[in-house]
């Protein structure tokens, strides 16, 4: 026996709405239609499905045993031509993106969620990591968008670069936070909390104290932004840190103030040079170009 899905839909409507009329005007077919697609199904199965009784088809004991099964049918594939609908709408897939570790404790999350907001049923795939991986897992396929600083170790990707201006935090019972703007000759014998020696932050901060002829006096290493900051926030030393790491911190017990020279830090949306975006991926890399271009620095 070959039974054709139209049929068992054409049943399952009318099962639920008592009514040809009602099945019609659920599946935007014809009543004949409707009544011509039962009449089918009966004569395969050979026996009566619905027996008419003041105006309204009574299902048979027979037909209530088929309706269980075909529900999950019927309703599975009315699930599935929603999510094509939603996948057309950009409301559902999966939105999969990987940041750099600042990032991930306020901006990123934020732009997520409002993201979506309109999008209840999309998956979503968040992970922050050091940059050198973030690369590798673009390169891979792992997550459509990336933001990483600047060198790129991976080939295939393709960068939208932003450099962004790095912000000195100080204790805020720090007598440095008296000036607007400091300066190497300032800061001659402050203690810093720096990232580890080859960080670009470390690199460029030591440039500049030596250009300035003053030796920067670093009291302690560590590898996140956010442990430099909670470390100025104990009152230990001032840091060096991108805006995303002091904008989103709710914590206080520190102040910001510019540090010259302007020192900049190259960071960047990575996605793969041979992969294409999928429709929510790209919405979501044009949002997300949007809320970084405020960062850039001039």
């Known amino acids: 026996m070959s039974l054709r899905f139209r049929q068992l839909q054409a049943f399952h409507a009318i099962f639920e709405t008592g009514t040809v009329t009602g099945a019609a005007r659920q599946l935007g077919i014809s009543q004949p239609g409707i009544s011509n697609l039962l009449a089918q199904l009966e004569r395969q199965t050979r ?17 209530g045993v088929l309706y269980q099964e075909v529900d999950t049918v019927v309703r599975g594939l009315d699930h599935v031509t929603q999510a094509v609908v939603d996948l057309q ?12 570790h600042s990032m991930s404790f306020g901006f990123m999350p934020r732009l997520i969620a409002q ?13 922050s990591q050091y940059s050198v991986k973030i690369q590798e897992w673009v390169s891979a396929g792992l997550f459509e968008i990336g933001v990483c600083e600047l060198p790129l170790v991976q080939d295939g990707l393709d960068a939208r670069s932003f450099p962004i201006e790095l912000m000195l935090a100080l204790p805020e019972d720090s007598p440095l936070a008296a000036h607007d703007i400091l300066t190497p000759q300032q800061l001659i014998g402050a203690p810093f909390i720096v990232m580890g020696p080859e960080h ?32 100025v926030q104990e009152g230990m030393g001032c840091a060096l840190l991108d805006p ?7 914590g206080g017990g520190h102040v910001v103030r510019k ?8 960071m960047a949306v990575i996605t793969s040079r041979s992969r294409p975006l999928s429709g929510v991926g790209q919405e979501f890399l044009e949002l997300l170009i949007g ?3 405020p960062y850039r620095a001039a």
Do not use: C, W, Y
Request: aromatic residues 10%; proline residues 4%; glycine residues 4%.
């Open 47 to 63: 026996f009566r499905l619905f027996e008419r009784i003041k105006g309204r088809l009574v299902p048979t004991p027979e037909a």
């Open 89 to 100: 709408n950009k409301q559902a897939g999966q939105l999969q993106v990987a940041s750099q």
């Open 115 to 127: 993201f979506a907001r309109d999008r209840p049923d999309m998956a979503i795939s968040f992970q």
């Open 200 to 231: 670009v932050t470390h690199r460029r901060l030591r440039d500049a104290f030596d250009a300035a002829g003053v030796t920067l006096r670093t009291r302690v290493h560590s590898h996140l932004f956010k442990n430099l900051l909670g470390f």
């Open 244 to 250: 995303f790491a002091l904008e989103f911190d709710s």
């Open 259 to 266: 540090f010259r020279p302007r020192l900049v830090m190259e």
């Open 291 to 293: 809320a970084l271009e």
